[in-house]
Structures are given as C-alpha cells and as structure tokens.
C-alpha cells in the first residue's frame, strides 16, 4: 500500500514538472530574425496568443520592420521584449507601440538611434526605461513616452555625463543638462526642482503628470518649444516657483507669470482659490484663456498698474463673482467674462474707460 502511495505522489510529482515545464516553454521564446518581416511566421498562433517573454535577435545585416513590430505589439500576454540580440535594427516606426496594454519592459537594439512620432505613447511600460547612448537626437523623446503612466525614470548608459543626451533623477536632458527634454508620467515625487543651467523646455516635457504637487523652475529658463503645452493634460500641480535670481520667471501666489512683459504665463491645474489679489507692479496683463473654466475662483482684484483683461481670459469661470480693476486697466478683451454666469459685480476705477472688446459678458449673469 506505501509503494503504491509513493508512486502515485511520485507521478504526480513528474506530472506537475512536465506540466511546469510547458508552460514555462509557452511562456518564454526566442527567435532569430532572418529576413525583414518575418516575426509573424517563427511564432505559432500558441506561442502568439500565450508568450509572456520575448527574445529576438537578428541574423547579419537584417533589421525589424513594422510588419516585424505590429506582430509583437499585438501579441496579449507579452511583458517582457528583449531586442538586446537584435544588432542592426537603428529606427522604430511611428506608433509601433502605442496604446500596448501589456509590455512592461523592453531591451532595446544597442544601436538604436530614433523613436518614430507616438512609438510608445500610452503604453504600459514600468519602472526605469533604459536607453543606448546610440541615441543622440533630442527630438525622438517628444510625443514618443506621453501619458505612460508606469514609468518611473528613464536612464542612459554609465557614460551618460559625457553623452550629449544624459538622465537625471531620473528626467532627460540634453545639450550638456541645458534643455530639459521629458519628465517621467509615473514619477510619484510630489516636488521636483530643476536643476539650475536648464534655459529651454521642450513641448509636453511635463505633460500628462498625476502626482507632481510643486513645480520649481530653474531661474536660468527662457524659453520653451511650446509654451501651450509644457504640461498639458496635469492634473497635480497645485503651485509653480521660480529659483530666485532669475530675469526671465517669476511666481507669486504660485502662480507662474513673465517677468519682462509682467504677463500671467501658467495657473497651476490643481490651484484652488476663492480670492486672489494681483499685484499691477508685478502683472499688467492677463492674457487669453488664463483663468477660463476655473471652477473655485469667486473673488479677485488687480491693483494699481495693471492693464490688460485678455480675449477669453475668464471664459465659463463658472464660480466667479467679483471683479475689481484699477485706474490702469485700458483694456478688456472680446469675451473676456463670457458664460461667467454667477458674476455679481464688475468695479473698473478707470476715470477713462477701457477699450472693450465684443460680447464681452456674453452669456454672463444678465442681472
């Protein structure tokens, strides 16, 4: 009876080692690439749809082509992709990964030298992505990494400090730490500080962040690729700063603003106030759109210096109530309070009165 016993454990026991033993074969698989387009036919429909581990090389002179990536991309289990092997393949085609629900890592070619536009936009990437120091172009980081919300940091090789593009913390620069390139989605680190010598910000360099609270700019910044859009779709943000010394930034009450032209630049997404007082010595202006849609604004006054009210500047600022504008104010642009439905009362103190543009309480509070 004991023998019999063991001998039943016992097969079980190798039963459970052949079953292991498959999975893991249907789980891990590496090819080699021996004709451009050619991923979809070293894969079975198996190994396709149950593959968790990728690994793929390259023969000599051969390189991966978008028929090559749109297999991988659209293979339902894939986690890991592991192109170390593949020694000649510089380029990835635009959107070859974009909106990837599965990939977490990825090797990738050592020689790899661009990224085409949304390569791996929306994708689920995790943790730190490492780079080849192949990679010199700055522009092949903009629109390529937008909204992946698991990457944590990226990283360059440990030749990085002498390499034209180089991490730190984490974030990408270029040009000898001078432009700051990408911002991590996932970073969860609720302040970051830039470090000083960044002068230009590249487009969407802070875009699509939900954990970042406070952002410190470089007093070195002057100039940006976009100024519409250094963080567009963040939600996180509750106040700006500016590291003192500076002659081109400034913050007051958190909010961003241009010190040469004295012009509000950006309101923090997450910045809930019911009264603001704005400084004329410091703002003459509130260009278009600046506090449009703001939902907590009730109450605000600009002193005495202050000039501008911009086309649109508090377009459908659904909770505003108050406004007082001083002698200064010359102007207030088309639309400047349109669909601020619950405004109760506008001061203008201006003994001349300000240039006004079209419809500017259209769809305001009519009483």
């Not at 026991?13 to 979809?40: D, M, R, W």
């Not at 991966?64 to 510089?90: C, H, I, R, W, Y």
């Not at 470089?218 to 940006?224: E, I, L, P, Y």
């Not at 009264?275 to 703001?294: E, H, K, R, Y």
Request: proline share 4%.
């Amino acid at each position: 009876m004991k023998n019999a016993t063991f001998t039943f454990k016992r097969q079980l026991i190798i039963a459970y080692l052949l079953f292991t033993g498959i999975l893991l074969y249907a789980q891990e698989k590496t090819i080699l690439v021996e004709s451009s387009g050619s991923v979809g036919t070293l894969l079975t429909d198996n190994e396709k749809a149950n593959t968790t581990r990728l690994i793929v090389s390259t023969a000599a002179g051969i390189t991966l082509n978008e028929a090559d990536f749109t297999v991988m991309n659209t293979m339902p289990k894939l986690k890991e992709l592991d192109l170390s092997g593949d020694l000649n393949t510089t380029d990835f085609p635009a959107n070859s990964f974009k909106d990837n629900a599965t990939i977490e890592s990825i090797k990738f070619p050592p020689h790899t030298a661009t990224f085409g536009g949304g390569a791996f936009i929306n994708c689920a990437l995790k943790g730190v992505v490492s780079f080849p120091s192949t990679i010199t172009n700055q522009n092949v980081f903009i629109s390529r990494f937008d909204n992946c919300q698991g990457i944590t940091g990226f990283a360059f090789p440990d030749n990085a400090p002498t390499h034209v593009l180089q991490a730190r913390d984490g974030v990408i620069l270029y040009a000898n730490g001078t432009q700051l390139m990408k911002y991590p989605c996932g970073k969860t680190n609720e302040t970051y500080t830039m470090p000083e010598g960044v002068t230009f910000i590249a487009q969407q360099a802070f875009g699509d962040q939900h954990h970042l609270k406070k952002l410190v700019f470089a007093s070195t910044v002057n100039s940006f690729q976009n100024e519409t859009a250094i963080i567009r779709n963040t939600t996180s943000i509750e106040a700006f700063d500016v590291t003192p010394g500076g002659t081109y930034l400034g913050a007051i009450d958190g909010i961003l603003y241009k010190k040469q032209t004295k012009t509000l630049f950006y309101f923090p997404p997450a910045k809930q106030v019911e009264d603001l007082t704005i400084d004329g010595s410091i703002i003459q202006t509130v260009p278009s759109g600046f506090f449009s849609n703001n939902q907590t604004l009730k109450h605000i006054k600009f002193t005495e210096g202050f000039r501008e009210v911009g086309y649109t500047a508090f377009k459908a600022a659904t909770a505003l109530e108050y406004v007082e504008l001083p002698s200064t104010c010359d102007t207030i642009a088309k639309e400047a309070f349109h669909g601020c439905k619950n405004l109760l009362q506008l001061i203008c103190k201006a003994t001349i009165a300000p240039k006004i543009g079209d419809v500017v309480f259209r769809d305001a509070n009519g009483t």
